[in-house]
């Protein structure tokens, strides 16, 4: 609809050294930051202090002077807030057509945003509309020193290999960052760093598309990879009612509930739990794995957890491979002990 009026530059002849810095889109949805603002504010200081270049940070959206100091604690040099009322919703269309405008006129390197739904929305939008590259969904981000180039990684083939994608010809480079993967910027509320107001034109914000409602689907209420601890159940829990006892575990441990695909499919938990390759990467403190096997697709979800528990019937589960603890057994013997030991400690 909207992408065929706008018109796809491509620039294969541009001066590609005219493009310098590092640029964050930082997303505000419903008047809150995005935690993954902080692991892109964390990523892009490191890339742009190994380019010896600037980091700015750019918010769309109403009444966000607010965020500007804790984003240049964060490592932001320049905070480029858009501010209109019709930017207070996330409006495709606008926002990619603003952000493209943006970025032509400063020019910078690379541009980075979260693998969430608004960034992977928006993002390849942006790309299209500036006839650049875009790898989706990276895990890791380094500047290779020859040539300065931005080596983006992302898992490929199913998670089975870890490709290295590069943009040669095109700037800027852009990539979306898997939340959780980085790690959040050290905030220091001595950093300095300037502010600047960007106020779109009537024209900018009108949309091909209306927003009725916007509404938050009840299973998003707990965000997994916000919490320290979970607890995840798999097919192994036979059937809904396993879940039930994986929330009396997890209640002692002041733990959210998640799971593997399987669990998902069977109808068992809503996707918004869902851990894995399709699902969510999340990184807490503790994970116990109850009824899972630990297939690829699902510990590249989760192996960057601080300690994995694995409950498993099988010794030869692969989840006992990237577990701290194991327990061998029948889970619906060994978790009610578990609930009821710590219930007494
Ligand atoms: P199973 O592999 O069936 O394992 C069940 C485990 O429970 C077994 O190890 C069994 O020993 C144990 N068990 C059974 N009964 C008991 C008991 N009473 N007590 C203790 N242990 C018991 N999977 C994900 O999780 N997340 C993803 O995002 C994801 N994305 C995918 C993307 C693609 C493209 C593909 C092809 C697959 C994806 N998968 C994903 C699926 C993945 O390959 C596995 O099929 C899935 O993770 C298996 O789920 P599971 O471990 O719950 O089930």
Redesign the pocket.
Same mark, same amino acid.
């Given at each position: 609809g909207a992408l065929s009026l706008d018109k796809v530059e491509s620039h294969p002849q541009e001066d590609l050294s005219a493009y310098h810095g590092i640029m964050v889109f930082a997303e505000c949805r419903h008047g809150i930051l995005a935690p993954v603002t902080h692991e892109l504010l964390g990523i892009g200081r490191k890339l742009a202090d190994q380019r010896g270049a600037g980091l700015a940070v750019v918010v769309l959206g109403e009444g966000l002077d607010r965020y500007a100091p804790a984003l240049i604690a964060s490592g932001a040099d320049t905070v480029l807030l858009v501010q209109h009322k019709a930017l207070a919703q996330f409006q495709e269309d606008i926002y990619a057509r603003l952000l493209a405008r943006i970025i032509r006129e400063r020019k910078p390197e690379v541009v980075l945003a979260g693998a969430t739904a608004i960034g992977c929305s928006v993002v390849p939008y942006v790309a299209t509309l500036l006839g650049t590259g875009l790898t989706a969904d990276c895990t890791g981000l380094s500047i290779r020193e020859e040539d300065g180039l931005l080596l983006q990684t992302r898992p490929a083939f $199913? &998670?089975n290999i870890m490709a290295t994608i590069e943009c040669p010809n095109t700037r800027p480079q852009m990539a979306t960052v898997r939340p959780k993967v980085m790690t959040p910027a050290e905030p220091d509320p001595s950093r300095k760093g300037e502010v600047l107001q960007i106020v779109p034109t009537d024209d900018e914000v009108q949309s091909a598309a209306t927003v009725l409602e916007s509404v938050q689907s009840a299973g998003d209420q707990v965000n997994i990879q916000e919490v320290e601890a979970l607890v995840a @159940? #798999?097919? $192994?829990? $036979?059937s809904e009612k396993g879940f039930a006892l994986l929330r009396e575990l997890a209640d002692e441990l002041n733990a959210s509930v998640a +799971? *593997?695909?399987? +669990?998902?499919d069977a109808g068992w938990i809503p996707y918004p739990h869902? !851990? &894995?390759?399709? &699902?969510k990467t999340v990184c807490p403190k503790l994970y116990v794995a109850? #009824?899972? *096997? @630990? +297939?690829?697709?699902?510990t !590249? $979800?989760m192996q960057s957890s601080k300690v994995v528990v694995a409950?498993?019937?099988?010794p030869e +589960?692969p989840?006992f491979n990237v577990a701290s603890y194991g327990l061998v &057994?029948?889970?619906?013997e060994?978790i009610p002990e578990l609930t009821r030991q710590l219930r007494e400690a």
């Open positions: $199913g &998670g @159940g #798999g097919r $192994g829990l $036979g +799971a *593997s695909r399987a +669990a998902v869902q !851990v &894995g390759q399709t &699902g109850c #009824g899972i *096997s @630990g +297939a690829v697709q699902h !590249v $979800g409950i498993n019937r099988d +589960a989840i &057994g029948d889970l619906y060994i």
